[in-house]
């Protein structure tokens, strides 16, 4: 219930810029697929999880307890550097994942173009937008879907991260 505040502004915030760029001559801006912005989030996200850290996640970082002492030293360093790569993982997820639909879109876009011959061919460009008009709309469509999903996984991984970094230790 602590970071029930922050979950839900990430996933509203994530999900608003997703369905905003959406839209057609007013949104179209790929916000969460700039790495700018995806960082931002997953260094706010790296700082809040380690700042709520116990002690139980730090020992398990640094000092593994029923660990060989020889392996220790091995995976503290593989532990150390988890710390840093499930922000990375967040920050390329979700910047990937846009941007890989947008990239798709304007692909079958340039199908107008590529069968046009860049507007030599009349009947090429006709066909190339008969190819172009449905893929484009089904991938709008299935972009939509995408913005939803992006959305709910960057909160459930945030959510995870801060649950491992702040659960007591069972025995």
Do not use: C, D
Request: glycine share 10%; hydrophobic share 60%.
């Amino acid at each position: 219930m602590k970071f029930l505040p922050l979950l839900m502004s990430i996933f509203f915030f994530i999900l608003g810029l997703n369905l905003w760029g959406q839209v057609p001559f007013l949104g179209s801006t790929n916000v969460t697929g700039n790495l700018t912005v995806t960082m931002i989030m997953a260094v706010i996200v790296f700082i809040i999880v380690n700042i709520n850290g116990n002690s139980h996640y730090w020992t398990h970082i640094f000092w593994m307890p029923g660990v060989p002492t020889f392996v220790k030293p091995l995976l503290s360093v593989v532990e150390f550097m988890s710390l840093f790569i499930k922000p990375l993982t967040l920050m390329l997820r979700l910047a990937g994942n846009i941007s890989a639909g947008h990239i798709a879109i304007l692909s079958f876009i340039g199908l107008i173009f590529i069968f046009g011959n860049s507007g030599e061919s009349f009947g090429g460009g006709l066909i190339g937008t008969a190819m172009a008009v449905p893929l484009t709309l089904f991938m709008m469509a299935i972009e939509l879907i995408v913005a939803f999903v992006q959305a709910f996984v960057f909160t459930l991984l945030t959510a995870s991260y801060i649950g491992a970094a702040t659960e007591e230790h069972h025995h």
